[in-house]
């Protein structure tokens, strides 16, 4: 079983910067593509940031230079860097990540629990 836990949403003020952490763990598991996703009240959940396990990037166009998504796959962690937040962003960001278990036919994703993010003054 692989698990996503993240970490680091909060309150911040229009602006404002936040970090968010995503880290796998479990048993005998590789990661392929990892991702961040947005869900605000009443809305689907949308796609945010995107990398692949070489380290190609894919933004949604409204966060394109304002949020950086890097990883670090030694830890199995994945990184969204928000910078100049607007109230707008305030959502729950959800970590996912595609993955494989040796033994296994297919890949499966795996999702977090979510970490909120209010951007309000």
């Known amino acids: 079983q692989v698990q996503l836990v993240e970490s680091g949403g909060g309150l911040v003020q229009p602006g404002g910067s936040l970090r968010l952490s995503c880290a796998a763990s479990g048993n005998n598991f590789r990661i392929y593509d990892m991702g961040w996703y947005l869900q605000a009240p009443g809305k689907q959940r949308e796609l945010v940031a995107a990398?692949?396990?070489?380290?190609?990037?894919n933004y949604a166009d409204p966060v394109k230079g304002r949020f950086t998504i890097s990883r670090d796959n030694a830890k199995n962690t994945v990184y969204l860097q928000m910078n100049s937040l607007k109230p707008e962003y305030t959502a729950v960001y959800y970590c996912?990540?595609?993955?494989?278990?040796?033994?296994?036919?297919?890949?499966?994703?795996?999702w977090g629990q979510g970490t909120q993010v209010t951007v309000s003054s």
């Open positions: 990398i692949t396990s070489g380290g190609s990037t």
């Open positions: 996912n990540a595609d993955v494989w278990v040796p033994g296994t036919v297919r890949r499966w994703t795996a």
